[in-house]
């Protein structure tokens, strides 16, 4: 029987949002920033304190790690560090675009990969093993089973796997909250029932979750407003047009205004934790 082929859907829309906020605000990095205490978070700060969450991940690399396979690597932001620490390092994006920006971003300095996780074939990828998987706010939209195998796969015996990422921690007990993250409990009896043992766990989220607030502000009072002004001239102009956009996307847009109004850090903290996790192969 042929090997199952992911579909790259759901993941090319997640890139579309990745991609768009890369461009719109400049922002080097793929992931939330880590506000040290006293640091004001503001769009201005987000750059440095993005720089933040790189320096505190690489804090959790075991010593002897020489061979990185960066699972995820968005535009190549941990990759570039990586690199100038001397690792050798191989890059996995499912989008085209974000490895043209990796390889760009870090001087062609590493292997790359485009294709989903969930997709390589260990047996053909002419992969040497690694001494550690990275997934740098990747892990989310990774199958967690499937993930599990393919780390063991990629991985000398005794490598490690280097997770910074959100989880669920409660029930999602209403409707509008975000249903993204792994359940964290799921996540680590999987890591276990693949044979990996947690050598490192750290509850981040404080220092995290301020970029939620960034997030919901930008969205509704930057992002909303814009899309408001072109609803407005359409109303103005072609009622009739108006009409039948609200028809066709008024309980979606509805939706969507529930959801944005439910992202601040304040709920994040209620239902995610934002956790550093280290595992070692068996
Ligand atoms: C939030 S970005 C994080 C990027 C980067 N690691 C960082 O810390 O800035 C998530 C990354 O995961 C990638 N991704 C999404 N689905 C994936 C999958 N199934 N397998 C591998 N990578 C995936 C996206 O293309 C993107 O590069």
């Given at each position: 029987m042929a090997a199952k082929k992911h579909s790259h859907k759901k993941s090319y829309y997640n890139d579309i949002a990745l991609r768009l906020g890369h461009k719109l605000?400049?922002?080097?990095?793929?992931h939330y920033g880590?506000?040290?205490?006293g640091k004001k978070p503001t769009l201005q700060t987000l750059p440095s304190a993005q720089d933040a969450y790189v320096r505190n991940l690489l804090?959790?690399?075991?010593?002897?790690?020489?061979?990185?396979?960066?699972?995820?690597?968005?535009?190549?932001g941990v990759a570039t560090q990586l690199v100038k620490k001397k690792f050798d390092v191989t890059c996995l994006a499912p989008d085209p675009y974000l490895i043209e920006k990796t390889l760009e971003n870090t001087g062609g300095k590493v292997a790359t990969i485009t294709d989903l996780?969930?997709?390589?074939?260990p047996a053909t990828a002419g992969l040497a093993p690694f001494d550690m998987v990275l997934m740098s706010e990747s892990c989310q939209y990774i199958k967690v089973e499937e993930g599990w195998k393919q780390s063991s796969a990629f991985l000398k015996p005794k490598g490690h796997v280097l997770v910074a990422d959100f989880f669920r921690?409660?029930?999602?007990?209403?409707?509008?909250?975000?249903?993204?993250?792994?359940?964290l409990e799921y996540f680590l009896q999987e890591a276990a029932n693949h044979g990996f043992k947690l050598k490192k766990k750290v509850d981040i989220t404080k220092f995290v979750a301020p970029t939620m607030d960034l997030y919901q502000e930008t969205i509704t009072e930057k992002i909303f407003p814009v899309f408001e002004g072109i609803f407005e001239i359409v109303q103005r102009r072609y009622p009739f047009i108006y009409k039948i956009l609200g028809w066709m996307f008024g309980k979606k847009i509805r939706k969507l205004h529930v959801k944005y109004s439910n992202q601040g850090s304040e709920i994040f903290s209620q239902y995610k934790a934002y956790m550093v996790l280290l595992f070692q192969k068996a």
């Open positions: 605000f400049g922002v080097e990095h793929l880590y506000f040290e205490k804090k959790y690399i075991p010593a002897g790690v020489k061979r990185v396979f960066d699972v995820g690597c968005g535009t190549g996780y969930e997709n390589l074939d921690i409660k029930e999602l007990d209403r409707p509008g909250l975000s249903k993204s993250g792994h359940p």
